[in-house]
């Protein structure tokens, strides 16, 4: 019951999807993170039905508007908020302690609604140029990414003793979460090779790579470590840069 319970905690805190309440136990949150990439798993179920329903209806333009807002409505725009702080953060180019106060204060500045604008469009764009038969690909984005923001969570340093990464990882069985979490990743490019061959796999494993450095080095430099802010700010990042890279790949 332990398990399910975190199961449910995961589909509960990173999703919109219903789910029975229960008690969150400390035994229960150790595991959550472990259960979080299977929230991509099901977004990858639902855009697949979404892509089938689009080929029927013949979908244009409302094709690449459902993609976009089809990772929200899953999520509630949790991730989102997160990249729409950090956004707000990094304009403000404060020293850590603002950066780190801006990302509490529930008001949004006009440069986070400006980034966000941006990303939407490019995520829009960057959509719409990819084919049909290669949502399944998406699908093992959305779980890698979920993957690598759940390993960061308990294994990069906190800005803060407190929040919701903090939370999580003090509660984490830690080394459960990073060998489930690699798990993940190695099942998704291992996807990739056996779905759309070697050189998909390995510019996803390149770009995940790099991304991930780049999280890892901003964080340290520009908070003093991770918040969840952050870690949500990474995932969108993450969706947008793999998502293109995709696109790419279909191009060579």
């Avoid at 829009?124 to 990414?145: D, I």
């Avoid at 690598?148 to 906190?158: C, Q, Y």
């Avoid at 494993?205 to 952050?230: C, K, N």
Wanted: aromatic share 12%.
């Amino acid at each position: 019951m332990t398990l399910i319970g975190s199961l449910i905690i995961a589909f509960s805190m990173y999703s919109r999807i219903p789910m029975p309440r229960i008690t969150w136990t400390e035994e229960r949150m150790g595991y959550v993170m472990c259960f979080f990439p299977l929230v991509g798993a099901v977004m990858g179920v639902f855009l697949w039905l979404f892509g089938e329903a689009a080929q029927a209806l013949e979908l244009g333009l409302s094709y690449g508007v459902g993609g976009t807002i089809l990772p929200i409505l899953v999520t509630g725009g949790i991730h989102l908020d997160g990249f729409i702080d950090v956004s707000d953060a990094r304009s403000s180019y404060g020293d850590k302690a603002k950066k780190l106060e801006i990302l509490k204060d529930p008001h949004i500045g006009a440069f986070a609604i400006i980034r966000l604008a941006v990303y939407l469009l490019v995520y829009l764009a960057v959509f719409t140029e990819l084919p049909r038969k290669k949502l399944p690909v998406m699908g093992a984005v959305y779980v890698l990414t979920r993957a690598m923001s759940g390993l960061s969570v308990v294994a990069f340093p906190k800005a803060k003793k407190d929040g919701l990464a903090a939370s999580f990882s003090d509660r984490a069985r830690k080394r459960t979460v990073m060998w489930v979490m690699t798990c993940y990743g190695a099942a998704c490019l291992g996807f990739l090779f056996w779905r759309e061959g070697w050189l998909s796999a390995a510019v996803t494993a390149a770009v995940s790579a790099l991304l991930f450095w780049r999280y890892h080095r901003m964080a340290g430099r520009e908070f003093g470590g991770i918040t969840g802010d952050l870690a949500g700010w990474f995932l969108q990042v993450g969706e947008l840069g793999l998502m293109a890279a995709a696109v790419v790949v279909t191009r060579i």
